[in-house]
């Protein structure tokens, strides 16, 4: 087998684990209304399953990180494979808040360890050049759990029941994990004399830089995946459940389509990059701007028009990663991109839990307290904004300093 089938191999391999994770991610979104009626919950209650899962993945990024450039992809990637088949086993069966928290944050605390793992596959073996579009198509078709988890899961849901559903989900966990252990092969990385990166990979700008897009660019549409699109589109706008799983899945299929569009530009235009990521948060502002001051409920138009414009998000936020990448040696990629990935979930948690919050003050679930709890977004995009063009105009300071010293 050639080097390069050999890549093509274990990042497939990668990749299959990734999707995996995805659906286990963002199986709590579609299951929103399920869940709120077995385990007892209201918005607020909600909001902690999501924003706990997530805390607890964005609290491990940076750890992981740090764990991954010592121990290599294969291990973190099992071990995450199976500690999010655990999570789905303890959902299935929980029937009240505690046991369903404890479920996400099994879930959360495997997720964490997935992408990071691939994203250092990616680095290892495929050339620089290629990283930014390797990157993009990791996501898209990582993005295939996202539409595992929308329309056949609610079938599922409905057809089969809850437990049948997460047992299920737990299965394809362990089916993971096994083909990782079968297929993957990745020696341990080689112990050098130098420090732990993560202290430097911080002190880098284009770290910092990377991680404001990613928190920037990715909350809203996570956010709105994760957990609170769903009840908006039935509860606020009135939408069949059907009709709010197909714009979910819409919304993903337009992700998938974007994203290597993006990486080929970024990889292409690499002195652009902050340029498209400003375009992805003004026009996600202005998406959303039309669809709540719409009078009444939005024509369906509209909301295909969000979820169209919320697909660059994703994708968009990938862009954080090449900032890493080029601004970070191989010896700390994972420090680094747990740096990034762990900003863009902080800014989700935010916008999960307070929207949650929201809706529990204003005490409803109609258009005009989702109208409210969705304008906590527009905050997290100006500080993102205006913290990537801080940190650009920092990295080319430092470029040109470089430049004039060689």
């Known amino acids: 087998m050639t080097p390069r089938s050999t890549a093509v191999m274990f990042w497939a391999a990668g990749v299959l684990a990734y999707a995996v994770a995805i659906f286990h991610r963002q199986s709590l979104g579609v299951s929103g209304i399920e869940a709120a009626a077995r385990l007892g919950v209201g918005s607020s209650g909600l909001a902690t399953l999501a924003m706990l899962q997530l805390l607890v993945y964005a609290a491990m990024q940076v750890p992981v990180g740090v764990l991954v450039d010592r121990l290599g992809s294969k ?42 793992s691939v994203i250092r596959l990616v680095n290892l073996h495929f050339p620089a050049h290629r990283n930014p579009v390797m990157v993009q198509l990791t996501s898209l078709i990582g993005q295939l759990g996202a539409i595992a988890s929308a329309v056949p899961l609610i079938h599922s849901l409905h057809a089969y029941g809850w437990t049948p559903t997460f047992l299920a989900a737990a299965g394809l966990g362990v089916l993971s994990a096994f083909l990782l252990l079968t297929v993957l ?33 990715q909350c809203s549409a996570a956010a709105f995946l994760l957990l609170w699109g769903y009840p908006f589109l039935v509860q606020g706008q009135g939408l069949a459940p059907s009709t709010a799983g197909v714009l979910l899945s819409t919304l993903t299929l337009c ?16 002195f652009h990059r902050s340029r498209m990521v400003l ?35 994703g994708p968009g936020s990938m862009i954080g990663f090449d900032y890493a990448r080029t601004f970070n040696p191989a010896g700390r990629i994972g420090a680094a991109s747990g740096i ?35 304008a906590v977004q527009y905050p997290i995009w100006a500080l993102g904004a205006v913290q990537v063009l801080r940190y650009r105009g920092k990295t080319r300071r430092l470029l040109l300093a470089a430049q004039t010293v060689t």
């Open 75 to 116: 291990r973190m990637l099992v071990v995450g494979a199976t500690v999010m088949a655990c999570g789905e086993l303890v959902f299935a069966l929980s029937g009240g808040l505690l046991s369903g928290v404890a479920g996400r944050a099994l879930i959360g605390c495997g997720d964490a360890m997935t992408f990071i």
């Open 255 to 270: 992700g998938m389509a974007c994203g290597p569009l993006l990486g080929h530009l970024a990889g292409r235009f690499p």
């Open 279 to 313: 375009i992805v948060i003004g026009t996600t502002t202005g998406a959303w701007t039309a669809v709540l001051a719409w009078p009444g409920r939005a024509p369906l138009w509209l909301l295909v028009l969000l979820v169209v414009v919320l697909a660059a998000n």
């Open 185 to 217: 092969r990745d020696s341990r990385p080689e112990r050098t004399g130098e420090p732990p990166g993560l202290k430097a990979a911080w002190a880098e700008p284009g770290t910092r830089l990377g991680m404001w897009t990613h928190a920037a660019t």
């Open 340 to 374: 990034v990935n762990g900003g863009g979930f902080v800014a989700s948690v935010s916008v999960i839990a307070l929207v949650g919050v929201i809706l529990d003050l204003v005490g409803e679930t109609g258009l005009d307290a989702f109208r409210w709890a969705f």
